[in-house]
Protein backbone atom coordinates (compact mmCIF):
# COMPACT_ATOMS: atom_id res chain seq x y z
CA UNK A 1 0.00 0.00 0.00
CA UNK A 2 1.31 3.74 -0.93
CA UNK A 3 0.57 6.32 1.54
CA UNK A 4 0.47 9.90 1.11
CA UNK A 5 0.80 12.49 3.13
CA UNK A 6 -2.01 15.05 3.57
CA UNK A 7 -1.75 18.46 4.91
CA UNK A 8 -0.16 18.37 8.74
CA UNK A 9 -1.17 14.40 9.52
CA UNK A 10 0.68 11.45 8.11
CA UNK A 11 -1.18 8.89 6.44
CA UNK A 12 0.21 6.01 8.73
CA UNK A 13 1.61 5.35 12.45
CA UNK A 14 4.81 4.57 11.02
CA UNK A 15 5.02 7.94 9.11
CA UNK A 16 3.83 10.06 12.30
CA UNK A 17 6.29 8.77 14.45
CA UNK A 18 9.12 9.26 12.13
CA UNK A 19 11.67 12.12 13.70
CA UNK A 20 10.13 14.87 11.23
CA UNK A 21 6.57 13.87 10.47
CA UNK A 22 6.26 16.68 8.33
CA UNK A 23 7.32 16.78 4.65
CA UNK A 24 8.29 20.95 5.34
CA UNK A 25 10.32 19.68 8.58
CA UNK A 26 12.20 17.48 6.52
CA UNK A 27 12.91 19.52 3.77
CA UNK A 28 13.82 23.01 6.37
CA UNK A 29 16.37 19.79 7.75
CA UNK A 30 18.07 19.14 4.89
CA UNK A 31 18.13 22.69 3.99
CA UNK A 32 19.93 23.70 7.17
CA UNK A 33 22.73 20.94 6.88
CA UNK A 34 23.32 22.23 3.32
CA UNK A 35 23.57 25.43 4.71
CA UNK A 36 25.88 24.93 7.53
CA UNK A 37 27.85 22.39 6.12
CA UNK A 38 28.24 24.21 2.53
CA UNK A 39 26.91 27.72 2.42
CA UNK A 40 28.77 28.87 5.67
CA UNK A 41 32.33 27.95 4.67
CA UNK A 42 32.27 29.60 1.83
CA UNK A 43 30.91 32.57 3.05
CA UNK A 44 31.88 33.07 6.65
CA UNK A 45 35.01 34.64 7.56
CA UNK A 46 38.00 33.72 10.35
CA UNK A 47 36.24 35.70 12.98
CA UNK A 48 32.77 34.10 12.23
CA UNK A 49 33.85 30.75 12.07
CA UNK A 50 36.04 30.85 15.37
CA UNK A 51 34.44 33.09 17.92
CA UNK A 52 30.63 32.84 16.74
CA UNK A 53 29.60 29.85 15.17
CA UNK A 54 31.90 27.12 16.52
CA UNK A 55 31.03 28.86 20.24
CA UNK A 56 27.58 28.62 19.40
CA UNK A 57 27.96 24.94 18.54
CA UNK A 58 29.56 23.87 21.44
CA UNK A 59 26.97 25.84 23.65
CA UNK A 60 23.99 24.13 21.97
CA UNK A 61 25.12 20.47 22.99
CA UNK A 62 25.88 21.64 26.46
CA UNK A 63 22.45 22.85 26.35
CA UNK A 64 21.23 19.57 25.13
CA UNK A 65 22.70 18.04 27.68
CA UNK A 66 21.54 20.31 30.20
CA UNK A 67 17.80 20.30 28.58
CA UNK A 68 17.98 16.30 28.63
CA UNK A 69 18.71 16.50 32.78
CA UNK A 70 16.35 19.45 33.23
CA UNK A 71 13.69 19.99 30.51
CA UNK A 72 13.21 16.33 30.08
CA UNK A 73 13.59 14.46 33.14
CA UNK A 74 12.77 17.94 35.62
CA UNK A 75 16.26 17.81 38.04
CA UNK A 76 17.43 20.90 38.06
CA UNK A 77 21.02 20.93 38.24
CA UNK A 78 23.55 24.45 38.71
CA UNK A 79 26.73 22.57 38.12
CA UNK A 80 26.88 21.60 34.65
CA UNK A 81 30.07 23.35 33.13
CA UNK A 82 32.19 21.18 35.86
CA UNK A 83 31.38 18.58 33.60
CA UNK A 84 32.34 20.06 30.68
CA UNK A 85 35.58 20.60 32.47
CA UNK A 86 35.64 17.06 33.55
CA UNK A 87 35.56 16.21 29.80
CA UNK A 88 37.83 18.86 28.79
CA UNK A 89 40.53 17.42 31.06
CA UNK A 90 40.22 13.92 30.22
CA UNK A 91 40.32 14.73 26.58
CA UNK A 92 43.33 16.52 27.36
CA UNK A 93 45.36 13.80 29.08
CA UNK A 94 43.84 10.92 26.98
CA UNK A 95 45.54 12.43 24.21
CA UNK A 96 48.78 13.29 25.42
CA UNK A 97 49.54 10.47 27.61
CA UNK A 98 47.71 7.82 25.70
CA UNK A 99 47.53 9.35 22.46
CA UNK A 100 44.51 8.31 21.61
CA UNK A 101 42.80 9.51 18.30
CA UNK A 102 41.00 12.83 18.46
CA UNK A 103 37.49 11.23 18.03
CA UNK A 104 38.17 8.95 20.76
CA UNK A 105 39.14 11.20 23.05
CA UNK A 106 35.63 13.26 22.91
CA UNK A 107 34.06 9.99 23.32
CA UNK A 108 35.85 8.90 26.29
CA UNK A 109 35.73 12.35 27.81
CA UNK A 110 31.96 11.65 27.51
CA UNK A 111 32.18 8.26 29.68
CA UNK A 112 34.29 10.13 31.79
CA UNK A 113 31.91 12.56 32.15
CA UNK A 114 28.97 10.49 32.44
CA UNK A 115 30.79 8.80 35.37
CA UNK A 116 31.52 11.85 37.52
CA UNK A 117 27.78 12.73 36.64
CA UNK A 118 26.76 9.23 38.13
CA UNK A 119 28.18 9.71 41.32
CA UNK A 120 26.68 13.42 41.57
CA UNK A 121 23.61 12.34 40.52
CA UNK A 122 23.03 9.32 43.33
CA UNK A 123 21.54 12.35 46.16
CA UNK A 124 18.85 12.46 43.66
CA UNK A 125 16.70 9.44 44.52
CA UNK A 126 16.49 11.31 47.95
CA UNK A 127 16.11 15.20 47.53
CA UNK A 128 14.72 17.04 44.34
CA UNK A 129 14.21 21.05 43.38
CA UNK A 130 16.12 23.72 45.60
CA UNK A 131 17.89 21.28 47.55
CA UNK A 132 18.88 19.10 44.64
CA UNK A 133 20.33 22.27 42.57
CA UNK A 134 22.50 22.93 46.18
CA UNK A 135 23.83 19.11 45.58
CA UNK A 136 24.62 19.90 42.09
CA UNK A 137 26.06 23.42 42.62
CA UNK A 138 28.68 21.58 45.12
CA UNK A 139 29.67 19.73 42.10
CA UNK A 140 30.94 22.36 40.36
CA UNK A 141 33.02 23.47 43.70
CA UNK A 142 34.09 20.24 44.03
CA UNK A 143 35.39 19.77 40.65
CA UNK A 144 37.06 22.87 40.44
CA UNK A 145 38.94 22.27 43.63
CA UNK A 146 40.13 18.92 42.73
CA UNK A 147 41.19 20.75 39.24
CA UNK A 148 43.27 23.49 41.07
CA UNK A 149 44.42 21.34 43.86
CA UNK A 150 45.79 18.12 42.03
CA UNK A 151 48.10 19.53 38.88
CA UNK A 152 48.23 15.51 37.76
CA UNK A 153 45.12 16.22 35.82
CA UNK A 154 46.53 19.46 34.19
CA UNK A 155 49.17 16.87 32.88
CA UNK A 156 51.93 17.55 35.65
CA UNK A 157 52.60 21.25 34.93
CA UNK A 158 51.55 24.48 36.94
CA UNK A 159 48.02 25.35 36.60
CA UNK A 160 47.35 28.39 33.80
CA UNK A 161 46.56 28.11 30.32
CA UNK A 162 47.78 24.86 28.77
CA UNK A 163 47.96 24.66 24.96
CA UNK A 164 46.03 21.51 23.40
CA UNK A 165 47.98 19.26 21.50
CA UNK A 166 47.22 19.16 17.81
CA UNK A 167 44.74 17.58 16.29
CA UNK A 168 44.63 14.69 13.19
CA UNK A 169 41.96 12.72 11.90
CA UNK A 170 42.74 10.19 9.86
CA UNK A 171 45.34 12.35 7.50
CA UNK A 172 43.14 15.53 7.94
CA UNK A 173 44.98 18.22 9.95
CA UNK A 174 42.46 19.87 11.84
CA UNK A 175 43.96 23.42 12.17
CA UNK A 176 42.11 26.20 10.75
CA UNK A 177 39.24 27.90 12.24
CA UNK A 178 36.91 26.18 9.22
CA UNK A 179 38.41 22.60 10.10
CA UNK A 180 37.84 23.11 14.07
CA UNK A 181 34.18 24.39 12.74
CA UNK A 182 33.08 21.63 10.49
CA UNK A 183 34.88 18.96 12.98
CA UNK A 184 32.37 20.74 16.00
CA UNK A 185 29.35 20.77 13.54
CA UNK A 186 30.12 17.04 12.61
CA UNK A 187 29.91 15.99 16.36
CA UNK A 188 27.11 18.58 17.01
CA UNK A 189 24.56 17.10 14.69
CA UNK A 190 25.35 13.12 14.99
CA UNK A 191 25.11 13.70 19.09
CA UNK A 192 21.75 16.04 18.48
CA UNK A 193 19.89 13.61 16.21
CA UNK A 194 21.13 11.02 19.01
CA UNK A 195 19.09 13.31 21.25
CA UNK A 196 15.92 14.06 19.67
CA UNK A 197 15.84 10.15 19.35
CA UNK A 198 16.20 9.44 22.74
CA UNK A 199 13.94 11.65 23.77
CA UNK A 200 11.39 10.33 21.58
CA UNK A 201 12.08 7.07 23.01
CA UNK A 202 10.71 4.96 25.83
CA UNK A 203 13.37 6.39 27.92
CA UNK A 204 12.62 9.74 26.99
CA UNK A 205 8.85 9.07 28.20
CA UNK A 206 9.61 7.61 31.38
CA UNK A 207 11.69 11.17 31.88
CA UNK A 208 8.60 13.12 31.14
CA UNK A 209 6.50 11.17 33.31
CA UNK A 210 8.42 11.77 35.96
CA UNK A 211 9.62 15.62 34.97
CA UNK A 212 5.62 15.99 35.34
CA UNK A 213 4.75 14.07 38.80
CA UNK A 214 7.58 11.49 39.84
CA UNK A 215 4.07 9.54 42.91
CA UNK A 216 2.58 9.23 39.52
CA UNK A 217 4.99 7.69 37.46
CA UNK A 218 6.31 5.75 40.20
CA UNK A 219 3.36 4.00 40.32
CA UNK A 220 2.97 3.60 36.88
CA UNK A 221 5.69 1.01 37.36
CA UNK A 222 8.77 3.35 36.01
CA UNK A 223 11.79 3.48 38.55
CA UNK A 224 12.48 6.73 38.99
CA UNK A 225 16.26 6.00 40.55
CA UNK A 226 18.07 4.37 37.79
CA UNK A 227 15.83 6.88 34.95
CA UNK A 228 17.25 9.78 37.21
CA UNK A 229 21.31 8.36 37.11
CA UNK A 230 20.46 7.27 33.70
CA UNK A 231 19.31 11.23 32.45
CA UNK A 232 22.58 12.66 34.87
CA UNK A 233 24.76 10.01 33.19
CA UNK A 234 23.77 11.16 29.41
CA UNK A 235 23.73 14.73 30.23
CA UNK A 236 27.13 14.45 31.73
CA UNK A 237 28.08 12.76 28.55
CA UNK A 238 26.93 15.62 26.58
CA UNK A 239 28.95 18.22 28.93
CA UNK A 240 31.99 16.21 28.46
CA UNK A 241 32.08 16.08 24.65
CA UNK A 242 31.10 19.63 24.70
CA UNK A 243 33.57 20.74 27.22
CA UNK A 244 36.46 18.80 24.74
CA UNK A 245 35.08 20.67 22.08
CA UNK A 246 35.57 24.01 23.52
CA UNK A 247 39.20 22.97 24.72
CA UNK A 248 40.64 21.68 21.62
CA UNK A 249 38.33 23.15 19.09
CA UNK A 250 37.42 26.94 20.56
CA UNK A 251 40.16 27.78 23.24
CA UNK A 252 43.02 25.41 22.05
CA UNK A 253 44.00 25.40 26.14
CA UNK A 254 42.97 24.10 28.57
CA UNK A 255 42.10 26.33 32.05
CA UNK A 256 40.08 25.79 34.67
CA UNK A 257 38.47 29.28 34.82
CA UNK A 258 36.68 28.60 31.61
CA UNK A 259 34.44 26.48 33.08
CA UNK A 260 33.59 28.68 35.98
CA UNK A 261 29.93 28.87 37.65
CA UNK A 262 28.73 31.81 35.41
CA UNK A 263 28.70 29.45 32.26
CA UNK A 264 26.41 27.12 34.26
CA UNK A 265 24.13 29.88 34.86
CA UNK A 266 24.41 30.86 31.05
CA UNK A 267 23.65 27.58 29.87
CA UNK A 268 20.59 27.48 32.69
CA UNK A 269 19.07 30.61 31.16
CA UNK A 270 19.76 29.18 27.67
CA UNK A 271 17.57 26.47 27.89
CA UNK A 272 14.96 28.32 29.64
CA UNK A 273 14.90 31.26 27.01
CA UNK A 274 15.43 28.92 24.17
CA UNK A 275 12.49 26.02 25.46
CA UNK A 276 12.78 23.62 27.77
CA UNK A 277 12.45 20.02 27.00
CA UNK A 278 13.00 20.74 22.92
CA UNK A 279 15.97 20.12 20.90
CA UNK A 280 15.71 22.67 18.77
CA UNK A 281 15.34 24.95 22.11
CA UNK A 282 19.08 24.32 22.98
CA UNK A 283 20.25 25.58 19.73
CA UNK A 284 17.80 28.85 19.86
CA UNK A 285 19.12 29.78 23.59
CA UNK A 286 22.47 29.58 22.55
CA UNK A 287 21.94 31.58 19.50
CA UNK A 288 20.43 34.13 21.38
CA UNK A 289 22.86 34.23 23.97
CA UNK A 290 25.69 33.74 21.85
CA UNK A 291 24.54 37.06 19.88
CA UNK A 292 23.25 38.83 22.81
CA UNK A 293 26.59 40.49 23.20
CA UNK A 294 27.37 41.30 19.94
CA UNK A 295 23.78 42.85 19.24
CA UNK A 296 24.64 45.10 22.42
CA UNK A 297 28.05 46.30 21.19
CA UNK A 298 26.71 47.45 17.62
CA UNK A 299 23.50 49.25 19.23
CA UNK A 300 25.80 51.01 21.76
CA UNK A 301 28.27 51.97 18.48
CA UNK A 302 24.56 53.04 16.54
CA UNK A 303 23.33 54.89 19.79
CA UNK A 304 26.91 56.73 20.33
CA UNK A 305 26.45 55.90 24.57
CA UNK A 306 29.00 57.72 26.25
CA UNK A 307 30.92 55.43 28.87
CA UNK A 308 30.26 52.19 25.85
CA UNK A 309 32.77 49.71 28.00
CA UNK A 310 31.51 50.50 31.05
CA UNK A 311 27.41 50.14 30.31
CA UNK A 312 28.38 47.18 27.95
CA UNK A 313 29.76 45.20 31.16
CA UNK A 314 26.85 45.28 32.39
CA UNK A 315 24.10 45.74 29.77
CA UNK A 316 24.46 42.14 28.45
CA UNK A 317 23.80 40.66 32.19
CA UNK A 318 21.14 43.17 33.13
CA UNK A 319 19.40 42.21 29.39
CA UNK A 320 20.11 38.56 30.55
CA UNK A 321 18.76 38.18 33.20
CA UNK A 322 15.49 40.33 32.37
CA UNK A 323 14.79 38.25 29.56
CA UNK A 324 14.88 35.02 32.09
CA UNK A 325 12.22 36.72 34.07
CA UNK A 326 10.13 37.68 31.02
CA UNK A 327 10.27 34.48 29.21
CA UNK A 328 9.18 32.36 32.38
CA UNK A 329 6.36 35.16 32.57
CA UNK A 330 5.20 35.02 29.55
CA UNK A 331 6.31 31.93 27.30
CA UNK A 332 7.90 29.71 29.78
CA UNK A 333 8.15 27.04 27.01
CA UNK A 334 10.35 29.63 25.23
CA UNK A 335 11.38 30.18 22.05
CA UNK A 336 10.96 26.91 20.43
CA UNK A 337 7.59 27.28 21.34
CA UNK A 338 6.75 30.48 19.70
CA UNK A 339 8.51 29.14 16.76
CA UNK A 340 5.96 26.21 16.87
CA UNK A 341 3.24 28.73 17.14
CA UNK A 342 4.07 30.55 13.90
CA UNK A 343 4.55 27.08 11.93
CA UNK A 344 1.32 26.03 12.79
CA UNK A 345 -0.44 29.25 11.91
CA UNK A 346 1.85 29.40 8.44
CA UNK A 347 0.86 25.88 8.26
CA UNK A 348 -2.79 26.50 8.40
CA UNK A 349 -3.21 29.81 6.51
CA UNK A 350 -4.99 31.50 5.38
CA UNK A 351 -7.34 29.46 7.02
CA UNK A 352 -6.35 30.25 10.49
CA UNK A 353 -9.10 28.51 12.38
Known amino acids: MIYRESGQFASSYAK ?3 MFPLLQDRWAFGALLVFAFVVIPLIANDYWLSSILTLFLIYSLSAIGLNILTGFCGQLSLGHAAFMAV ?11 LHTPVLVNFLLAGFVAAAVGLLFGLPSLRIKGFYLAVATLAAQFTIEWVLVSFNWFAGGSMLGAIDTPPMNIMGWDVSSNLDKYLLTLSVVVVLA ?3 KNLGRS ?9 RDLDVAAEIMGIRLFPYKLLAFMVSSFYAGVAGAL ?8 L ?5 ELAVSFRLLGMIIIGGLGTILGSFLGAGFIVLLPILISQAIVFLHISGASDFLANAELMIFGGLIILFLIVEPYGLARLWQTIKEKLRLWPFPY
Do not use: H, K, P, Q
Not at 87 to 97: D, E, I, L, T
Not at 202 to 210: D, L, N, P, Q
Open 87 to 97: GAYASYNFAVR
Open 202 to 210: EVGRSWRAI
Open 246 to 253: YAFCYLGS
Open 193 to 195: IVA
Open 255 to 259: EVTAF
Open 16 to 18: DMR
